[in-house]
T-cell receptor
Framework: DAKTTQPPSMDCAEGRAANLPCNHS???????VYWYRQIHSQGPQYIIH???NNETNEMASLIITEDRKSSTLILPHATLRDTAVYYC????????????FGAGTTVTVRA | NAGVTQTPKFRILKIGQSMTLQCAQD?????MYWYRQDPGMGLKLIYY???????DKGEVPNGYNVSRSTTEDFPLRLELAAPSQTSVYFC????????????FGDGTRLSIL
């Protein structure tokens, strides 16, 4: 699976949008981009995933560049409860797969 | 639905002891996974299973064993506990549809002293 690069940390003001970047320049055509987060050592929580189109759900939006070499997770109105480690993961979209977690981005939402 | 349930939540073992970490899911998922997470690190895959009776090794299988006799349960066994196995262990499951995400349990925090 392609590797991803994320900034180690970022701060965000409560109520503002949080934009989390992820670089995956070696992504293959059939590899999906997945985002998970982990709040204070709880089990990872699925947020969103996409292949090439932008995606939105009740938690976040995922913007994937046209060349698919990078993506951005957007939390539209960050709250203190969004403070967590966010993982961007690329994996093959069918058949058996395993998630490869890097160090992620530690997001701190400040009041 | 309870989702993915892991027991126990916490455990302290002595070196050389053995134990089984339990994982159960009630979503009828075929795929199940065991990960470990060391402090400040990402998750590493220990073992996984694509269905009852089928298991395979992940990145860090040494010192562990698994079995999958039913769709619901995927226990992880430590035979001779070592301090290097002190970690947080997460179980996950997902449906067969390859696009669907994995669902994680709340973890078992294990200390080997």
């Amino acid at each position: 699976d392609a590797k991803t690069t994320q900034p180690p940390s970022m701060d965000c003001a409560e109520g503002r949008a949080a934009n989390l970047p992820c670089n995956h320049s070696t992504i293959s055509g059939n590899e999906y981009v997945y985002w998970y987060r982990q709040i204070h050592s709880q089990g990872p929580q699925y947020i969103i995933h996409g292949l090439k189109n932008n995606e939105t759900n009740e938690m976040a939006s995922l913007i994937i560049t046209e060349d698919r070499k990078s993506s951005t997770l957007i939390l539209p109105h960050a709250t203190l409860r969004d403070t967590a480690v966010y993982y961007c993961i690329v994996r093959v979209g069918h058949g058996d797969y395993k998630l490869s977690f890097g160090a992620g981005t530690t997001v701190t939402v400040r009041a | 639905n309870a989702g993915v349930t892991q027991t126990p939540k916490f455990r302290i073992l002595k070196i050389g002891q053995s134990m089984t970490l339990q994982c159960a899911q009630d979503m009828n998922h075929n795929y199940m996974y065991w990960y470990r997470q060391d402090p400040g690190m990402g998750l590493k895959l220990i073992y996984y299973s694509v269905g009852a009776g089928i298991t395979d090794k992940g990145e860090v299988p040494n010192g562990y064993n698994v079995s999958r006799s039913t769709t619901e349960d995927f226990p992880l066994r430590l035979e001779l506990a070592a301090p290097s196995q002190t970690s947080v262990y997460f179980c996950a499951s997902r449906p067969t549809d390859g696009n669907q995400p994995q669902h994680f349990g709340d973890g078992t925090r294990l200390s080997i002293l």
